[in-house]
Nanobody, 123 residues
Framework: VQLQASGGGLVQAGGSLRLSCSASGRTFSSYAMAWFRQAPGKEREFVAAINWSGSTTYYGDSVKGRFTMSRDNAKNTVYLQMNSLKPEDTAVYYC?????????????????WGKGTLVTVSS
């Protein structure tokens, strides 16, 4: 599976962005997907995860209630809707795929990674 994240950019605090992650391969729908982010000088942080069908999601504490992850298996794409953005959300955002829907918070457990997309939130 090859992944490509897009949709990053510069936004003011309180604003919104929607990230997309497009996947190649006909087996996309069999993978659980996740978003991680990494700010300069910090470790990679779990943001959100979704199961293969899109029926189950969970989020990191720092984004819970503000971010929503979804997927469209017909389009081989997952999304991250980010609302009420804060300067501390500034980071490179990565999408990742895993063949099993557990250990989704563990970046070392991911099977595939896409190149990141930069989100910058100005105060």
């Amino acid at each position: 599976v090859q992944l490509q994240a897009s949709g990053g950019g510069l936004v003011q605090a309180g604003g919104s962005l929607r990230l997309s992650c497009s996947a190649s391969g006909r087996t996309f729908s069999s993978y659980a997907m996740a978003w991680f982010r990494q700010a300069p000088g910090k470790e990679r942080e779990f943001v959100a995860a979704i199961n293969w069908s899109g029926s189950t999601t969970y989020y990191g504490d720092s984004v819970k209630g503000r971010f929503t992850m979804s997927r469209d298996n017909a389009k081989n794409t997952v999304y991250l809707q980010m609302n009420s953005l804060k300067p501390e959300d500034t980071a490179v955002y990565y999408c990742a795929a895993r063949g099993e829907y557990y250990r989704m918070r563990d970046s070392s457990a991911m099977d595939y990674w896409g190149k990141g997309t930069l989100v910058t939130v100005s105060s």
